[in-house]
């Protein structure tokens, strides 16, 4: 029966009642997104786990903060995200040590880590500046996989709207990208 109630819907219904059916079927619903969203991320399984349960807590604990303004997914995506960014640029940081004035010091060449976490920060800018909608089928298209004919269903479009609204969002993002934008 919960299976077949919309995400709103779930989540209106588990904020009047407390009753935790409603928001397992969230879970059920979302549960291996996420984890292939935080093992893509860290390349990790046990980390991916990890994040993955302490983000549905976070959640859990937000339900309230959830304004219905972009489409649930999108709300658990972007905090899945958020979460997952914070735990690695934690993980790397690095302790400081004191400097001694007879040794050699050489500036290391930044690591694929780095240089893919600083395109990641640049990218994720950019997605702050461009519509809801424009991201909205950009994770529809790159996160969820789903092809043009599954995104223009769900947004009730015809397939050449999703594919022209898709190549001028990534032309205007490369656009952005490209001119230092951020």
Not at 38 to 49: G, I, Q, R, S, V
Not at 76 to 87: G, K
């Amino acid at each position: 029966m919960n299976s077949q109630l919309k995400d709103e819907e779930l989540i209106r219904m588990h904020l009047m009642t407390h009753r935790n059916d409603y928001f397992e079927t969230l879970y059920k619903r979302y549960v291996t997104k996420v984890y292939q969203r935080c093992l893509n991320l860290t390349k990790d399984t046990a980390n991916a786990e990890d994040y993955t349960q302490d983000i549905f807590l976070r959640v859990y604990g937000n339900l309230t903060n959830f304004k219905e303004n972009s489409a649930f997914s999108t709300w658990l995506y972007s905090i899945s995200y958020n979460y997952c960014m914070d735990q690695i640029r934690c993980a790397n940081r690095t302790s400081t040590v004191s400097l001694e004035q007879d040794q050699e010091y050489t500036w290391a060449e930044p690591t694929d880590q780095e240089n893919r976490e600083f395109q990641l920060q640049q990218l994720d800018k950019v997605l702050g500046v461009i519509s809801e909608e424009e991201t909205l089928m950009l994770r529809m298209k790159y996160e969820d996989g789903l092809d043009i004919t599954e995104i223009a269903q769900q947004l009730k479009l015809k397939n050449s709207a999703v594919k022209m609204r898709l190549k001028r969002t990534r032309d205007k993002i490369r656009l952005m990208y490209g001119e230092q934008f951020f």
